[in-house]
Nanobody
């Protein structure tokens, strides 16, 4: 059983919005920091947002502009990523993963995460 399953991706025009979902199985979101990453073709995996086990949020992409917003619902075992004002450079496969250390602080270092989901494709194009 895949620990994470991402959904909500698709083809969207520039300026549009998407809400991605990540559903966990086999563990409680209240016990782990979980994060969103993305990977575009030919590029390294990039951290987008992270939310700790206690609900503290970190944004690593456009933190000032605030286009990305991470939330979670522990009862539904789900994490969400709201993306607004989408740009062509946001085109990538979006993944979620959990912090290996569990209740540790969020980090943008992908090597410290585990249980990667299969990803959901986001394509921004007119």
């Amino acid at each position: 059983q895949t620990p994470f399953v991402e959904s909500g991706g698709g083809l969207v025009q520039p300026g549009g919005s998407l809400r991605l979902s990540c559903t966990a199985s086999g563990f409680a979101l209240s016990s782990y920091a979980i994060a969103w990453f993305r990977q575009a073709p030919g590029k390294a995996r990039e951290a987008i947002s992270c939310i700790t086990y206690s609900g503290i949020k970190y944004n690593y992409v456009d933190p000032v502009e605030g286009r990305f917003a991470v939330t979670k619902d522990n009862a539904k075992k789900s994490m969400y990523l709201q993306i607004n004002n989408l740009r062509p450079e946001d085109t990538a496969v979006y993944y979620c993963a959990r912090l290996r250390s569990g209740t540790g602080p969020c980090t943008f270092d992908s090597s410290l995460y585990e249980y990667w989901g299969p990803g959901t494709q986001v394509t921004v194009s007119s």
